[in-house]
């Protein structure tokens, strides 16, 4: 059972990345994915999540607008699109499955699952 975050690099502020959170051992599509961020010294930070029930999807304040999480079943994976990046973004950034909920996610960032992050680094 294994969950990898890839996609991460360094771009120039307002550039876009995209993420991919791809599942071995297990099948993501009845699962709530999210993605939580942590940078260096900070807390961590849950930043979007999608409900596996209705499709909901769950943003933090400061991503709203530029940051789009989906999911694609057929490839056991969900994405992260990021765009507008800015240099507050800069983080390693980690998928996490089956949280509490979705609902509670982006404040308290758990989930049953998660696996090694993928640096994000936005210059300015």
């Known amino acids: 059972v294994q969950l990898q975050a890839s996609g991460g690099g360094l771009v120039q502020s307002g550039n876009s990345l995209r993420l991919s959170c791809a599942a071995s051992g297990f099948t993501l599509d009845n699962l709530d994915i999210g993605w939580f961020r942590q940078a260096p010294g900070k807390e961590r930070e849950g930043v979007a999540c999608?409900?596996?029930?209705?499709?909901?999807?769950y943003y933090r304040e400061s991503v709203k607008g530029r940051f789009i999480i989906s999911r694609e079943n057929d490839k056991n994976t969900v994405y992260l699109q990021m765009n507008s990046l800015k240099p507050e973004d800069t983080a390693k950034y980690y998928c996490?499955?089956?949280?509490?909920?979705?609902?509670?996610?982006?404040?308290?960032?758990?989930?049953?699952?998660w696996g090694k992050g993928t640096q994000v680094t936005v210059s300015s």
């Open positions: 999608i409900d596996s029930s209705d499709g909901n999807t």
């Open positions: 996490a499955a089956d949280p509490p909920s979705c609902r509670t996610f982006l404040t308290i960032p758990v989930g049953d699952y």
